[in-house]
């Protein structure tokens, strides 16, 4: 497994593992409603390469093409973490935060869905509060957590 930057021309790809990630992993945490509203499969690909622009953004790829994607704010807002549905547990999103975490120099707070909460927590991440995020009229329930500068490296 390689970790790169994101690059142009990444974008339908990173769209199209978000889609799917949503879709199948967080299936178990969120109704089909809310994975529809959350990852809707129709996407600006141009303003989305975009968002990833102007901030540390990188990707895990090998062979197989990417595994997972993972952006983070200089203000150490984590923005999106995602890995590959049939990549999950393998070590991708460990290694994408290890490198988004070591990108800034103070605390990481991300907004970790149901799902992601797990894997936060194991990281030192703490739940600041739980939250409802209002998509299309659809509620999806996130936690706003956070990881002190202690608890980084």
């Not at 990833?52 to 895990?60: D, T, W």
């Not at 936060?120 to 936690?143: D, H, S």
Request: proline content about 4%; aromatic content about 10%; hydrophobic content about 35%.
């Amino acid at each position: 497994m390689k970790i790169r930057d994101v690059q142009p021309g990444d974008g339908g790809e990173m769209a199209e593992l978000f889609y799917n990630t949503v879709h199948r992993v967080n299936a178990r945490d969120y109704t089909p409603q809310q994975l529809a509203v959350w990852a809707t499969g129709k996407m600006d690909l141009e303003q989305w390469e975009q968002s990833f622009l102007g901030h540390c953004a990188l990707v895990a790829e090998d062979e197989t093409g990417i595994l997972g994607f993972g952006d983070i704010h200089p203000d150490g807002y984590l923005d999106r973490l995602y890995v590959r549905w049939d990549c999950q547990g393998q070590g991708v999103a460990r290694a994408l935060c290890d490198r988004l975490e070591g990108a800034v120099s103070g605390p990481v707070t991300t907004h970790a869905s149901i799902t992601a909460r797990p894997f936060f927590e194991a990281r030192g991440y703490r739940v600041v509060r739980q939250q409802q995020v209002e998509r299309q009229g659809v509620a999806l329930t996130n936690f706003v957590m956070e990881k002190p500068v202690t608890e980084i490296g």
